[in-house]
């Protein structure tokens, strides 16, 4: 028996129904991305993690705008304005950080502060912070995991940085509060380095 030409085969079976394009992008983790994009650049273009890393965002925005949309765009970031200067602080951060970012009870952002030595009057500052300050801050924390080679999940600092002082501050606060019971729990196990480590 003949083969049935390709053009009746496709007559019989169905199309497979493709995902709007908005579906997509709310399914992604434009975090889990955005880190794994920089984790990239590290090993291929190393002159665009250094601009990444070395201009804030709030300061010099052109300097890095190209590469912050290339980056953007392919996490399926669709944010404008003030959104959009959040976004591109969160990938700052990411950046001076080295995309050191995980998931998972082992990276719990709080836990691992309390590890490398962030104490409670810092931790205080932060979660406290408004959106002004947080620009300022936020990158110190990036350098302190930096300095200590450690890993987080960057999850609840992001949502710090893009829903402080909006209309979605119920996000914001429960990154507060995700980040204060990790902290807690970190803070128990890890005190001593906790003291004995300087401050950033």
């Known amino acids: 028996m003949a083969p049935m030409p390709l053009s009746q085969m496709e007559k019989l079976m169905p199309l497979p129904e493709m995902p709007a394009p908005q579906e997509e992008d ?19 273009d190393r002159g665009a993690l250094a601009r990444l890393r070395r201009f804030h965002p709030a300061q010099e ?49 709080g836990e691992v502060l309390a590890r490398v030595g962030m104490s409670e009057p810092r ?38 940085l893009l829903y402080a002082g909006t209309q979605h501050e119920d996000r914001a606060d429960r990154a507060r509060r995700k980040l204060v019971e990790g902290f807690l729990r970190g803070d128990s196990r890890h005190g001593s380095a906790r003291e004995a480590a300087p401050e950033a």
Do not use: N
Not at 26 to 44: C, E, H, M, N
Not at 128 to 134: C, K, Q
């Open 123 to 160: 931790l205080r500052q932060l979660i406290e912070a408004d959106p002004e300050l947080l620009s300022d801050l936020m990158p110190r924390v990036a350098r302190r995991i930096a300095a200590e080679g450690a890993t987080l999940d960057w999850r609840p600092l992001a949502d710090l």
């Open 61 to 109: 925005a052109a300097a890095i705008l190209f590469d912050a949309e290339r980056l953007l765009h392919k996490a399926g970031v669709q944010a404008q304005g003030e959104a959009r200067a959040r976004w591109e602080l969160v990938l700052h951060c990411l950046a001076i950080a080295q995309g050191r970012h995980a998931s998972g009870a082992q990276a719990s952002a």
């Open 26 to 44: 709310r399914t992604k983790d434009p975090v889990a991305s955005l880190a794994g994009q920089i984790r990239y650049l590290q090993q291929f």
